[in-house]
């Protein structure tokens, strides 16, 4: 009668889900977002166009940065992401598609939309980089892991807020007149009364004759607490980032230890993800005969140690004559010297070889 809302679905609480895809994608996002795209051509690094569109601008209205976290946002929740260039080189990421898929043929792709843009015209699998990511879309994946912990969260969640909820009830003794103008008189005032106490610090509530307002608090509920809350929270949170092979440890922010969970990000998360990403590149971007021949694209990750933590090992991998300085420049990321001297093979005399030593395993008699 009085317009009293009583009911909430609480399996519509979807903050949950949110919070959790977000966070994932967001930090792989962030991460390859500040890898290095580079086309690799007789061991050096060919600045074109084509650098300039994957690191840079890939078009006029994305930095490079932004436009691979949409990438991976897609590619992540969509399991695929469509890449076309326009006539002017620019990389631009399809909004939907329909991929018709041949047995002997390569696949074309339909019905091409950009944001408000329809392409009229279709594009073969050479002409696009297409990137899928795995078999099942994680979002169905995620949706159904939702539906017991989001009716979870969503019930522990309700029952915080009745916890030291204030409860009141309103005694009327009768109502004179026409009940319906009556009714609508009481509701203004009762809107009034819950407006004054949930607002204001101090209320003062005005006694009106036949009308009695009583509260009635329970300090004694006993349920789950917020910390309990959190649990399911985090639950959810370590699902999401096992089925993306992210080690739980680095999303709580535990600065301690990071060593070896970065480690496995780098080779479980970011670098499969990479190869897939390349891969697409390498099929558009370069041609099969100079592919052959040695040039290819890579994508250059985030690494987590300084080039002065690696001084030591590389040190003793110049020292051994396993590699020369070029070859470990190149490896570390940056651009090899052209100097005839860095692509010398050296080694300490504590690598000579065992036949230079006596029988007994001393030095040789002088």
């Not at 002997?104 to 792709?109: A, K, P, R, S």
Request: glycine content about 4%; overall charge negative; charged content about 30%.
């Amino acid at each position: 009668m009085l317009d009293l809302d009583l009911i909430d679905d609480a399996s519509k609480k979807t903050n949950l889900k949110r919070m959790a895809i977000e966070t994932c994608i967001g930090f792989i996002g962030r991460t390859l977002s500040q890898s290095e795209f580079r086309v690799r051509k007789d061991k050096k690094t060919v600045k074109d166009e084509m650098y300039y569109r994957l690191n840079l601008r890939p078009n006029k209205n994305m930095s490079a940065s932004f436009f691979w976290q949409t990438v991976v946002r897609k590619l992540i929740y969509d399991n695929e992401c469509l890449i076309v260039q326009s006539d002017t080189g620019e990389l631009l990421i399809a909004d939907s598609f329909i991929k018709n898929e041949y047995a002997v043929m390569e696949d074309v792709f339909k019905s091409v939309v950009v944001r408000d843009y329809e392409y009229k015209r279709s594009f073969l699998m050479s002409e696009v980089i297409y990137i899928q990511y795995s078999n099942e879309k994680l979002s169905q994946l995620i949706d159904e892991l939702f539906y017991d912990y989001g009716d979870l969260f969503g019930r522990m969640l309700e029952f915080q807020k009745r916890k030291n909820q204030i409860r009141a009830t309103v005694d009327i003794e009768g109502l004179n007149g026409k009940a319906e103008e009556q009714t609508n008189k009481l509701q203004s005032f009762i809107n009034r009364v819950y407006k004054a106490v949930t607002e204001k610090a101090v209320a003062v509530i005005p006694q009106q004759k036949g009308f009695t307002y009583k509260e009635h608090q329970q300090n004694t509920t006993v349920g789950p607490s917020v910390d309990e809350i959190n649990k399911v929270t985090d639950g959810f949170m370590t699902q999401v980032a096992a089925a993306l092979g992210i080690p739980v440890v680095m999303l709580k922010s535990e600065m301690a230890d990071l060593e070896k969970p970065t480690r496995n990000y780098m080779v479980f998360c970011i670098n499969p993800l990479a190869k897939k990403i390349s891969d697409a590149l390498n099929y558009t971007v370069i041609d099969r005969e100079d592919y052959l021949k040695g040039q290819y694209l890579e994508i250059r990750t985030p690494t987590y140690s300084n080039i002065f933590d690696l001084a030591n090992s590389i040190d003793k991998l110049i020292a051994s004559g396993a590699w020369n300085r070029n070859e470990l420049r190149d490896k570390v990321g940056d651009d090899m010297v052209d100097n005839p001297v860095m692509d010398e093979y050296v080694m300490t005399k504590n690598y000579e070889s065992i036949d230079k030593t006596g029988d007994e395993g001393g030095e040789e008699d002088e």
